[in-house]
């Protein structure tokens, strides 16, 4: 019988990516309901001291494959191991980031050991349906069109029940370094065969690149900061609030700022302490990447913008005229309660 | 080279509207598009048949109206067009719809297929690997340019999140294109006369499929995955609101406030 909540704990050069840590908070609650064990799955190269930490944010046990030819992601390798693991162990649910890798890896999974996939949800639990009111099914929330519509999925009579969320979307636990859990070290049998394509080349990226994902407070700005050197007003801004600087499709499909700064659906999913929208008006695609911000201020001229419908604090007025006043006032009240 | 590109008409969706009454959907006068990053595919299909010579065809599975974007496909340069089209098809999740084009793919010979990365309308990016498995053969997703080409081999770069791949492999094999693979041409006029006059878009049906299809892997009980609900967003309660505070006024409010949410 099909049992437990996998979760792929995606690593990059040995580092644990936050997402991974974020589904294995998500799968805590979820096998609480399902009365199962949280698994957590590492594939790598000289990456197994790294099931500790999976371990200490949640994980009962750790499934590891460590081998030579995971240390960079290619897509049969990794999906080679993961049917091997899903074959032998038979979960209940598999949990994927969607990332780059997740979303070409999940695919391919689930059309391997044939089950079904549901991509970029935002929500996940436990429920039934009218259908099958004794069996326990993982309802699976996403959006489509753009985000103008959410679905529930359910996946009601193949196993693994597969999902990818996107980063950011799901809470990670603190690490509790008193928990223990298991180990297992997994044996897959590679052959030359499986490194069916051949990488010529990794580049990585900019050390500079910025990671909105990670900010506490995003300042964003949008087509009503005007132009591109506004950016500059906005990043003092971030400078006094230790935040960094992000933008909607608009400013991005402008020019103004790179594309890795883009919140949304087409850009990345935040949900800092603070999200100041700039100008933005809050096209729906910008709404579904920014709406779980703890808290939410827009400024906008436009007092009917939708931004408005979600801003926890929401002013009708000029960026121009509010932000550098307001980068002065926030530097001025820090030096005061510095000087306390 | 043999080139297949996969192709889905789909809504602009950055056209779609919601009725702030009913809370639906207004699809009523919402234009149909070939899906970006399929054209993205189908461009660059055609710039790797100008530069090492071939044929390149165009698939679609969807309702017999999809025809538009097949003869648009057609305008655009391409060699053949086929509509996988029957209601047998319909209500298919991503498995159900990567094995019925696989299905119509293993009637065809081909060296290199590509897809979008992902459709606008579902933006799951899962049939392109869903059908490379089915036909057994590699993937590379997430392709940003193809770097070079030769027969039996192309040279991909692979983007991620924080760097990127070049990647070698042998064909056959399946690319999912980003939109920046590159920038579609326009139709020409006599492209356009020539993909209504002179070129068909060949209708495979159920019947044409009945030696490479498994039927219960077709449709909606071919789908593992079935939708329990669907509902529109409940918008985040609105919260303070201000129309007529000046900049000060305006600056004051957000600094007591960031101070309260200890922001500050």
Same mark, same amino acid.
């Given at each position: 019988?099909?049992?437990?909540?996998?979760?792929?704990?995606?690593?990059?050069?040995?580092?644990?990516?936050?997402?991974?840590?974020?589904?294995?908070?998500?799968?805590?609650?979820?096998?609480?309901?399902?009365?199962?064990?949280?698994?957590?799955?590492?594939?790598?190269?000289?990456?197994?001291?790294?099931?500790?930490?999976?371990?200490?944010?949640?994980?009962?046990?750790?499934?590891?494959?460590?081998?030579?030819?995971?240390?960079?992601?290619?897509?049969?390798?990794?999906?080679?191991?993961?049917?091997?693991?899903?074959?032998?162990?038979?979960?209940?649910?598999?949990?994927?980031?969607?990332?780059?890798?997740?979303?070409?890896?999940?695919?391919?999974?689930?059309?391997?050991?044939?089950?079904?996939?549901?991509?970029?949800?935002?929500?996940?639990?436990?429920?039934?349906?009218?259908?099958?009111?004794?069996?326990?099914?993982?309802?699976?929330?996403?959006?489509?069109?753009?985000?103008?519509?959410?679905?529930?999925?359910?996946?009601?009579?193949?196993?693994?029940?597969?999902?990818?969320?996107?980063?950011?979307?799901?809470?990670?636990?603190?690490?509790?370094?008193?928990?223990?859990?298991?180990?297992?070290?997994?044996?897959?049998?590679?052959?030359?065969?499986?490194?069916?394509?051949?990488?010529?080349?990794?580049?990585?990226?900019?050390?500079?690149?910025?990671?909105?994902?990670?900010?506490?407070?995003?300042?964003?700005?949008?087509?009503?900061?005007?132009?591109?050197?506004?950016?500059?007003?906005?990043?003092?801004?971030?400078?006094?609030?230790?935040?960094?600087?992000?933008?909607?499709?608009?400013?991005?499909?402008?020019?103004?700022?790179?594309?890795?700064?883009?919140?949304?659906?087409?850009?990345?999913?935040?949900?800092?302490?603070?999200?100041?929208?700039?100008?933005?008006?809050?096209?729906?695609?910008?709404?579904?990447?920014?709406?779980?911000?703890?808290?939410?201020?827009?400024?906008?001229?436009?007092?009917?913008?939708?931004?408005?419908?979600?801003?926890?604090?929401?002013?009708?007025?000029?960026?121009?005229?509010?932000?550098?006043?307001?980068?002065?006032?926030?530097?001025?009240?820090?030096?005061?309660?510095?000087?306390? | 080279?043999?080139?297949?590109?996969?192709?889905?008409?789909?809504?602009?969706?950055?056209?779609?509207?919601?009725?702030?009454?009913?809370?639906?959907?207004?699809?009523?006068?919402?234009?149909?598009?070939?899906?970006?990053?399929?054209?993205?595919?189908?461009?660059?299909?055609?710039?790797?048949?100008?530069?090492?010579?071939?044929?390149?065809?165009?698939?679609?599975?969807?309702?017999?109206?999809?025809?538009?974007?097949?003869?648009?496909?057609?305008?655009?340069?391409?060699?053949?067009?086929?509509? =996988?089209?029957?209601?047998?098809?319909?209500?298919?999740?991503?498995?159900?719809?990567?094995?019925?084009?696989?299905?119509?793919?293993?009637?065809?010979?081909?060296?290199?297929?590509?897809?979008?990365?992902?459709?606008?309308?579902?933006?799951?990016?899962? =049939?392109?690997?869903?059908?490379?498995?089915?036909?057994?053969?590699?993937?590379?997703?997430?392709?940003?340019?193809?770097?070079?080409?030769?027969?039996?081999?192309?040279? =991909?770069?692979?983007?991620?999140?924080?760097?990127?791949?070049?990647?070698?492999?042998?064909?056959?094999?399946?690319?999912?294109?980003?939109?920046?693979?590159?920038?579609?041409?326009?139709?020409? =006029?006599?492209?356009?006369?020539?993909?209504?006059?002179?070129?068909?878009?060949?209708?495979?049906?159920?019947?044409?499929?009945?030696?490479?299809?498994?039927?219960?892997?077709?449709?909606?009980?071919?789908?593992?995955?079935?939708?329990?609900?669907?509902?529109?967003?409940?918008?985040?309660?609105?919260?303070?609101?201000?129309?007529?505070?000046?900049?000060?006024?305006?600056?004051?409010?957000?600094?007591?406030?960031?101070?309260?949410?200890?922001?500050?």
């Amino acid at each position: 019988m099909s049992k437990d909540v996998y979760v792929l704990a995606e690593q990059r050069d040995g580092e644990l990516q936050k997402v991974g840590l974020e589904l294995i908070g998500k799968a805590t609650e979820l096998a609480a309901d399902l009365g199962q064990q949280v698994v957590a799955i590492l594939l790598g190269s000289g990456i197994k001291d790294k099931a500790e930490i999976l371990i200490q944010h949640g994980a009962d046990k750790v499934v590891v494959v460590d081998d030579p030819m995971l240390a960079e992601y290619v897509t049969e390798p990794y999906a080679k191991a993961l049917n091997e693991i899903i074959k032998k162990n038979d979960p209940e649910i598999v949990l994927f980031g969607a990332t780059s890798i997740g979303r070409d890896l999940a695919p391919r999974v689930s059309a391997r050991v044939h089950t079904g996939l549901t991509a970029d949800c935002t929500k996940l639990d436990i429920g039934t349906i009218d259908a099958m009111p004794d069996t326990k099914l993982l309802l699976m929330t996403r959006p489509a069109f753009g985000g103008n519509i959410m679905a529930t999925i359910v996946c009601k009579d193949h196993r693994p029940q597969m999902a990818t969320v996107r980063p950011g979307v799901m809470k990670a636990l603190a690490k509790d370094e008193a928990r223990k859990g298991e180990v297992v070290d997994f044996k897959v049998d590679f052959t030359d065969a499986d490194m069916n394509v051949k990488i010529r080349e990794v580049v990585k990226g900019d050390s500079k690149t910025v990671d909105i994902t990670e900010a506490k407070v995003l300042i964003s700005g949008g087509r009503g900061i005007g132009s591109p050197d506004f950016f500059e007003k906005l990043q003092e801004l971030a400078d006094v609030l230790g935040g960094v600087v992000s933008a909607s499709r608009a400013a991005v499909d402008s020019g103004w700022i790179a594309k890795d700064r883009q919140v949304g659906q087409t850009g990345k999913t935040v949900r800092p302490d603070l999200y100041m929208a700039c100008g933005i008006s809050g096209a729906i695609q910008h709404v579904a990447g920014m709406e779980s911000a703890e808290y939410i201020v827009a400024i906008n001229t436009n007092d009917t913008a939708p931004i408005f419908d979600v801003a926890d604090l929401g002013i009708v007025g000029d960026v121009k005229a509010i932000v550098p006043k307001l980068t002065e006032a926030i530097a001025k009240r820090k030096a005061e309660k510095a000087a306390q | 080279m043999k080139i297949v590109v996969c192709a889905k008409q789909v809504p602009d969706t950055t056209e779609v509207k919601l009725d702030p009454k009913t809370n639906t959907l207004i699809r009523d006068g919402v234009p149909s598009i070939i899906n970006p990053d399929d054209k993205a595919g189908i461009e660059a299909a055609l710039q790797l048949k100008e530069k090492v010579g071939g044929t390149v065809t165009v698939v679609s599975m969807g309702p017999p109206q999809a025809d538009a974007a097949l003869r648009e496909a057609l305008a655009m340069g391409c060699d053949e067009a086929i509509l =996988v089209t029957d209601r047998a098809f319909g209500g298919a999740d991503t498995w159900a719809t990567s094995s019925t084009i696989a299905a119509a793919l293993k009637k065809l010979d081909y060296d290199v297929i590509i897809t979008g990365r992902q459709a606008i309308d579902g933006d799951t990016a899962q =049939v392109g690997p869903q059908i490379a498995e089915h036909l057994g053969i590699p993937q590379v997703s997430y392709a940003e340019e193809i770097v070079e080409a030769e027969e039996g081999k192309l040279v =991909v770069k692979r983007q991620f999140e924080d760097r990127y791949h070049i990647i070698e492999v042998k064909t056959p094999c399946l690319i999912t294109a980003l939109a920046e693979l590159a920038t579609p041409r326009y139709m020409t =006029v006599h492209g356009i006369f020539d993909a209504y006059r002179e070129k068909e878009v060949k209708v495979w049906t159920l019947e044409e499929l009945k030696d490479t299809v498994d039927m219960a892997n077709i449709g909606l009980k071919g789908s593992p995955t079935n939708v329990k609900q669907s509902f529109t967003k409940q918008a985040k309660g609105k919260g303070l609101y201000y129309k007529d505070l000046s900049p000060e006024d305006a600056v004051e409010t957000i600094v007591a406030k960031l101070e309260e949410r200890h922001i500050i």
